[in-house]
């Protein structure tokens, strides 16, 4: 069984940096790929960022390609969301996955982290 626990959530200004963190417990690299999503109030999850659980692959949603990064420490297997620069727009629920396929879809992935709320004030 794997498990993903969640941490590193929390306020920051506008403008201030955040590093979610994404603890893999049990054998993550049955799954081929880690991502987080994030999840508006009302509605559908939303992907941010994903990388191979080896960490040989990553990508970052276009818009967010200059303000946020996705990294894998191999140590712990841990998976990071770095995110930098950070709007009121960006505060959401945020969640890591894993799953058996690249893909943006929340459908497609089978273990999820509990979540974490980011708020960002102005």
């Known amino acids: 069984q794997v498990d993903l626990v969640e941490s590193g959530g929390g306020s920051v200004q506008t403008g201030g940096s955040l590093r979610l963190s994404c603890a893999a417990s049990?054998?993550?690299?049955?799954?081929?790929?880690v991502a987080w999503f994030r999840q508006p109030a009302e509605k559908e999850r939303e992907a941010v960022a994903l990388?191979?659980?080896?960490?040989?692959?990553?990508h970052v949603q276009p818009p967010l390609q200059d303000r946020f990064s996705i990294s894998w420490d191999s140590a712990d297997d841990a998976y990071f969301l770095q995110m930098t620069s950070l709007k009121p727009e960006n505060a959401d629920m945020y969640f890591c996955a894993a799953g058996r396929t690249f893909s943006i879809r929340p459908e497609d992935f089978d273990i999820w982290g509990q979540g974490g709320q980011v708020t960002v004030s102005s």
């Open positions: 049990g054998d993550i690299h049955s799954r081929n790929y």
């Open positions: 990388i191979s659980t080896l960490g040989s692959h990553k």
